[in-house]
């Protein structure tokens, strides 16, 4: 191998390798245990900055090629990366990432190419790029990240839930009706989503039709209630519940007041009525699990499982999740409560959709509205077996 064509190689392969080690621990990969090729958009700066200075004395061939050399070094580590430890190249990530490098890369050459009068504005230039680039880059992300939500005649989701979601504040009356509502970050999250009835009985608030029933961890239900229910979803309707073997919800109240979460799933009628039974949750569990369901991550925390289900039901995530078929209509089935606490899925930045931690409330809003949830860009997650 002749030194024109060895420098260059080393060079673009050393500027491929920081750009990886940069993604996973500045961009947030192995916090997030997640391997998107897209996490480097933008963190390209200081390196393709870095890479231009490095080569800024050799002719615009040399550069050029170097240049090509990197983003091919760089696409094929990605690619493996991501083949590697999730199972999927994430193709539209990783043109968005060479796109954006191949950009930042004539910007940083131009900048180092440039003669000002003073070496002083290059280094500003230089500071100006790489923090601009970054700033932006994570504005790009997070709306290319960001889920979509339902459509404006979408019907409204009924919710029936025995979690402290609204007035979660506590506290005596007066100062429940000084603050107001102050819905929790899942309540507020779904409702920015879509259409939202929060109702205390289902007995005289059936869904509309073409309405989506959400039942998660819910007190004793009235017989009426349960009949309401399961007519419901074998007349066609759609419904996701969540029922925890074992609730790790906080507690804002004395042990045994009424206006805390049910300790366990009170809906054991119910799902005997279906063929299922929800087992007790594994003793022990002290972190969050996670759990993969058709490339959509969930975090489980002190999850049950379904020890029992019938042939037209099939399981997920070490049966922790399953999807029924009761007559005409669907059943989504969640032996956790706790993955919509919202430590186990809220962006590490509000607002930063590409920073979450789970899929959970995109998950929860395709199931609930039809076209919500999904976007141009989705996490793309290490495989929990490797994690």
Request: aromatic share 6%; glycine share 8%.
């Amino acid at each position: 191998m002749t030194a024109a064509l060895r420098r260059p190689m080393l060079r673009a392969s050393i500027i491929a390798a920081a750009v990886a080690a940069l993604t996973w621990v500045a961009g947030g990969q192995a916090l997030l245990g997640r391997i998107d090729p897209a996490l480097a958009i933008p963190l390209l700066a200081l390196p393709m900055l870095f890479l231009a200075w490095w080569q800024r004395d050799e002719t615009a061939a040399m550069r050029t090629r170097t240049c090509i050399l990197t983003l091919a070094f760089l696409a094929v580590t990605q690619a493996a990366l991501a083949v590697i430890l999730a199972g999927a190249a994430a193709w539209l990530e990783l043109l968005a990432t060479i796109f954006a490098a191949v950009l930042v890369a004539w910007l940083g050459d131009q900048l180092v190419q440039w003669r000002p009068r003073t070496r002083v504005l290059s280094w500003l230039a230089g500071l100006l790029l790489v923090v601009g680039w970054f700033g932006a880059g994570h504005v790009l992300l997070a709306i290319l990240y960001r889920p979509a939500t339902a459509s404006a005649d979408a019907p409204p989701v009924t919710m029936l839930t025995g979690l402290p979601l609204r007035w979660s504040a506590g506290g005596n009356i007066a100062a429940m009706i000084a603050e107001g509502t102050n819905d929790d970050p899942a309540l507020a999250r779904l409702i920015a989503s879509g259409p939202v009835s929060l109702v205390d009985s289902l007995a005289d608030h059936v869904p509309p039709p073409g309405g989506t029933l959400l039942i998660a961890h819910p007190r004793a239900l009235a017989p009426q209630e349960l009949v309401a229910i399961d007519a419901f979803v074998r007349g066609g309707g759609r419904a996701v519940v969540l029922a925890d073997a074992l609730s790790g919800w906080p507690a804002r109240h004395p042990l045994g007041d009424p206006r805390n979460a049910p300790v366990t799933s009170l809906l054991t009628p119910l799902l005997d009525h279906w063929g299922v039974t929800l087992g007790a949750a594994s003793p022990g569990e002290e972190a969050a699990l996670p759990a993969d369901i058709d490339g959509a991550r969930l975090r489980l925390f002190s999850a049950g499982r379904f020890d029992r289900l019938p042939k037209a039901c099939r399981a997920f995530a070490d049966r922790h999740v399953a999807r029924c078929s009761i007559g005409a209509g669907e059943a989504w089935l969640v032996g956790d409560a706790d993955l919509i606490f919202a430590p186990l899925w809220r962006p590490l930045v509000p607002g930063a959709d590409h920073l979450r931690q789970a899929d959970t409330m995109e998950w929860l809003s395709a199931h609930l509205w039809r076209g919500a949830g999904s976007a141009l860009l989705h996490p793309l997650w290490i495989r929990a077996s490797a994690l």
